[in-house]
């Protein structure tokens, strides 16, 4: 039995050095972004580039994730943002349908002059004007990242995600990514098995575990309850290895991608990676 498990790389230089860094880092999942993620444009993969990504993906037996555009803000009530935003999403997710691309994942949105039930309402409102335009592409999951609460990003607490999912038109479309990094600067502590398995309960009451899509398995530079999103490597931060421990053994989450975002690149990620697979007896992993 292998857990999926690996890291975000990076798309520099063709997207083929996905495929390369996912080797190198020893990952059988990986995240991508599959443009720049701080710019609007994105060039098109082509046909053969889309294609031979495909091809190395399932030789590798690669999970493929990717992660929206930090410039996407659902939340928005903007007229010339919202509709940039949902622009950018739908095109992003023929994209993730071209590259087979299974999970999107995203941060709900924010909105500083709304309260945060009505910018639950406006995030759900533009989800569903996304996925009516992209009904065709159903075989890409669009999936919900829980936030830290910075700002006044919505997702620090499970009950914003369920609420979104429970607003629109199409719930069956819609996952759940949780972050480490982010649910522990919002507040849930997950450091003693007794509280990591509380916030597992919670969040299948809250949202279902059958909504989970994805992990972030990132350490926190901040403390619980910060509100601030600082990623740290593995057992390097205040969440510290124990908590990892028990997610890398969780056999709830064997078929669900376990995807490291910690700062530095393909090296560092390996180390992290290692780590993580020292932890994880229970599972033969290549
Ligand atoms: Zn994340």
Redesign the pocket.
Known sequence: MKILLGA?VSISGGLKNACLSAKNTGSNAIQIFTKSQLRWQAKEPDFNEAASFRKCASLQKLTVAA?LSYLVNLGSTDEIIKEKSIEDMTAEIKRCSLLGIKYL?F?PGSNKNLTVEETIKQIASNLDAVMRITAEFKNVFLTL??TAGQGNQIGYKLEHIAKIIKLTGYPERLGV?I?T??IFAAGYDIRTFADYNEFMKNFDKIIGIGKLCAF?L?DSLKPLGSKVDR?APIGKGYIGLDAFRFIVNDARLKKIPL?V?TPGGDKEHKIDLDTLKNMAPTYIIR
């Open positions: 975000h992660h994942i941060h990242e829980t990514c972050d990094c982010h972030h990132n990623h995807i975002e």
